[in-house]
């Protein structure tokens, strides 16, 4: 990382963290006592091109836990796991315009609405194959670390704190296991999920992560091939439709590209066939999404025309 240059992208990355470092409106995630420790001031920017070239300004390197931006990612493990038509039978396309621990469910299946509200995430982590909890962690965290290409590591301190207030992700996993929708013991279901959650990455890594399904499943910085390009583009679908929250409609009319957001601050998206973009920083608007990561990302999309619906 840090090839860096004096191009274009170099300037325009340099003005966003200019325009949104003194912003200080949003708070940190505090429902999770571990993440309310989160330094308000933090924001990196990353973006990583199909040529494997990587630019990035501001706290890129600093690591936070990956929380909900690992939905996406596991989704496109669990499609490669089990193909698309058993994942589609088990978990839902439809966005919900509930908050992301809704407890909502397919009326009767109790099928979850989507893979990007906990219901549905919970759900798509018990489907990565494993024999055990031990092993389908094990290749969930393989899978993000070849997204991310390089290895990366679990903080164990987030993570006791998940576990210990989860319980309405709990009651999430009970309702859905009462409906016979989710197989398998909910505590050790909802621990991987934990887990997978409190994964450490950068916005760097971000990047790289999105970059990964921008260039059709293939690591522009390993040439890893981590998915088969159907599968992503079912990831790129469901980003597009219930990646950013209650706000989705919102960011793709202003930033026009499949994204994915987490409590910790993250906001990773895509521009197929040319580029990944990873933003951290830690203060959230009212429905949870990254505040300078937005900002960050309408500025980065209107200063190229990124938005994939944009006159050609
Ligand atoms: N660990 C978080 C939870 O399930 C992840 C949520 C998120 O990033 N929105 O509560």
Redesign the pocket.
Known sequence: TGDMGTGPMEKVLADIHGAFQSHTSGSV?S??PELATADPDLFGLAVTTMDGLHYQVGDSQVPFTI???SKPFVYALALRDRGTDDVLARVGVEPTGDA??AITLEPGSGRPLNPMV?AG?ILTSSLVLGSDTEERFTRILDGLSSFAGRRLTVNERVFTS?RGT?D??RAIGFLMRGAGALRGSVDEICDV??RQ??VEVTAADLAVMAGTLAHGGVNPRTGERVLDEEHVNHVLTVMVTCGM?DRAGTWLFRVGLPAK????GGVCAVLPGQLGIGVFSPPLDEV?NSVRGVRACEMLASRFALHLLAPQ
Do not use: D, L, T
């Open positions: 995630a429902y999770i929380q909900s931006v992301f621990n906990n995430a998940e989860g309405r992700n999920y934990f959650c409190s929250y957001s987490g409590v910790a949870g």
